[in-house]
């Protein structure tokens, strides 16, 4: 009985020994797989406020700490709050605009042609030559006006002022002509009217792309009619895909802010119109007659 108890001892001892060693096997594993251990860890402590075409953002995407310090430093708590958060709005809302809107124009391979882009260019500069004859034209009209004894004061400053202005006009254009007599200064505006124009063709085929794929309404900013409907509708399709995704609660209204604006929005009509054709490749009587 006591070799069968010293047996049973034994076969005890054998079983806690291999336990003991395969725990130290495995911590020895731990120990030595701690730094990539500690280093995922520490990746995985900033979590993203947001995913863009597979892309994540981090709070200091959003508002980049050496800003933050120096708005800090010169603003109060609650102006700073106001300009943080309005700072993080924009930010994500630029650059998941800017992701959505360039990904669905290289996936079309929008691009305006070199003829697009001389098109643009000449009938601008054909603009451009008719309302500088216009502005001479008011101009002279103004200076016989302000010689009339019968204007108020009122009249006569308000007159005043816009004389002043297309003075000024006047001035930029003769600076201008005389800048490009310059070999040098004519090759430089050459070349910087040819990729303003690019872009803004290209803007114009981004928007008549959405406009015919999704359809909707039309607003008026400062580059042109925008298909805002289009633009929201461009969103919402990447979004349910994935294409973007907001993990921040007080981020989830941002990219949708810009559609809380009271626009003015033009009819189908009228937006079917202008997308038909380069706004620029039409005459002023045809605009006015279909309403712009």
Same mark, same amino acid.
């Given at each position: 009985?006591?070799?069968?108890?010293?047996?049973?001892?034994?076969?005890?001892?054998?079983?806690?020994?291999?336990?003991?060693?395969?725990?130290?096997?495995?911590?020895?594993?731990?120990?030595? *797989?701690?730094? *990539? *251990?500690?280093?995922?860890?520490?990746?995985? /402590?900033?979590?993203?406020?947001?995913?863009?075409?597979?892309?994540?953002?981090?709070?200091?995407?959003?508002?980049?700490?050496?800003?933050?310090?120096?708005?800090?430093?010169?603003?109060?708590?609650?102006?700073?709050?106001?300009?943080?958060?309005?700072?993080?709005?924009?930010?994500?809302?630029?650059?998941?605009?800017?992701?959505?809107?360039?990904?669905?124009?290289?996936?079309?391979?929008?691009?305006?042609?070199?003829?697009?882009?001389?098109?643009?260019?000449?009938?601008? +500069?054909?603009?451009? *030559?008719?309302?500088?004859?216009?502005?001479?034209?008011?101009?002279?009209?103004?200076?016989?006006?302000? +010689?009339?004894?019968?204007?108020?004061?009122?009249?006569?400053?308000?007159?005043?002022?816009?004389?002043?202005?297309?003075?000024?006009?006047?001035?930029?254009?003769?600076?201008?002509?005389?800048?490009? +007599?310059?070999?040098?200064?004519?090759?430089?505006?050459?070349?910087?009217?040819?990729?303003?124009?690019?872009?803004?063709?290209?803007?114009?085929?981004?928007?008549?792309?959405?406009?015919?794929?999704?359809?909707?309404?039309? /607003?008026?900013?400062?580059?042109?009619?925008?298909?805002?409907?289009?633009?929201?509708?461009?969103?919402?399709?990447?979004?349910?895909?994935?294409?973007?995704?907001?993990?921040?609660?007080?981020?989830?209204?941002?990219?949708?802010?810009?559609?809380?604006?009271?626009?003015?929005?033009?009819?189908?009509?009228?937006?079917?119109?202008?997308?038909?054709?380069?706004?620029?490749?039409?005459?002023?009587?045809?605009?006015?007659?279909?309403?712009?």
């Amino acid at each position: 009985m006591a070799c069968a108890m010293l047996k049973q001892t034994k076969e005890e001892a054998m079983r806690i020994a291999v336990t003991l060693i395969t725990i130290l096997c495995l911590l020895s594993l731990d120990f030595w *797989s701690t730094p *990539s *251990s500690l280093q995922a860890a520490d990746m995985d /402590i900033r979590m993203p406020v947001a995913e863009v075409l597979g892309k994540a953002l981090y709070e200091d995407d959003l508002v980049p700490p050496k800003a933050d310090a120096e708005q800090k430093a010169k603003l109060s708590s609650t102006d700073h709050r106001v300009w943080y958060e309005r700072t993080r709005e924009e930010t994500l809302r630029n650059r998941v605009w800017s992701a959505v809107f360039g990904d669905y124009t290289e996936r079309r391979k929008i691009e305006p042609t070199q003829a697009e882009i001389d098109s643009q260019i000449r009938e601008q +500069k054909k603009f451009m *030559s008719e309302d500088r004859v216009r502005r001479a034209k008011q101009r002279e009209e103004l200076i016989a006006e302000l +010689k009339s004894p019968g204007l108020n004061e009122a009249q006569r400053k308000q007159k005043q002022q816009y004389l002043e202005t297309l003075n000024s006009l006047r001035d930029h254009d003769a600076a201008r002509e005389q800048e490009l +007599k310059d070999p040098a200064r004519e090759k430089m505006w050459q070349e910087s009217e040819q990729r303003v124009a690019r872009v803004w063709v290209k803007q114009w085929k981004v928007n008549q792309a959405l406009y015919r794929e999704f359809g909707g309404r039309i /607003i008026f900013q400062q580059a042109g009619w925008e298909p805002i409907d289009a633009y929201r509708a461009l969103l919402d399709q990447y979004k349910a895909n994935k294409g973007f995704v907001v993990h921040d609660p007080a981020l989830q209204e941002a990219v949708y802010r810009y559609f809380k604006h009271n626009f003015v929005y033009a009819d189908e009509k009228k937006a079917k119109f202008y997308f038909e054709k380069p706004y620029w490749e039409r005459t002023q009587e045809e605009m006015k007659a279909a309403g712009f």
